[in-house]
């Protein structure tokens, strides 16, 4: 995400209200450097002098804009990925090399609808990542045993 797409990102958050700082500036810079995904302690790495309040701040801000996807590792870790693709979607994620892949579809509509009519709850929203062994780290681990 970078020359348009940065200045779009940055419009959104003045639109919003947010101002521009410096600090803020040098969080949004780092993400949008990452490759794949990335946790808080990573951007603080890459901006010395930053407060982890800051950091925090800017992640929350830049994944309510859909700027960044959250994504829960299969060890509890909370990590982001700067978002590819619009709208809803979920995540794949190897347990092996830790790679993530997005799923566009959203195959527990139904199963929410579901829900929300047994339990009585207006269901606001969900989160769901799946967990495997991606081809790759099974095609290694299956020539390593040969």
Not at 52 to 80: I, N
């Amino acid at each position: 995400m970078t020359g348009p797409a940065l200045r779009s990102l940055l419009q959104r958050l003045e639109e919003r209200g947010y101002r521009l700082t410096p600090t803020r500036l040098a969080v949004v810079a780092a993400v949008l450097d990452r490759r794949g995904h990335f946790s808080v302690d990573d951007i603080l790495g890459q901006v010395p002098g930053v407060g982890r309040a800051t950091v925090f701040r800017t992640m929350k801000l830049l994944a309510e804009t859909r700027a960044l996807c959250r994504v829960l590792l299969d060890d509890g870790s909370l990590h982001y990925r700067v978002r590819r693709r619009r709208g809803h979607h979920h995540h794949v994620v190897c347990t092996s090399c830790g790679g993530v892949q997005d799923l566009s579809d959203c195959m527990v509509s139904d199963v929410v609808g579901e829900l929300s009519r047994t339990t009585g709850y207006e269901i606001e929203g969900h989160w769901l990542e799946l967990y495997g062994r991606c081809a790759a780290c099974r095609g290694a681990e299956q020539a390593a045993s040969a």
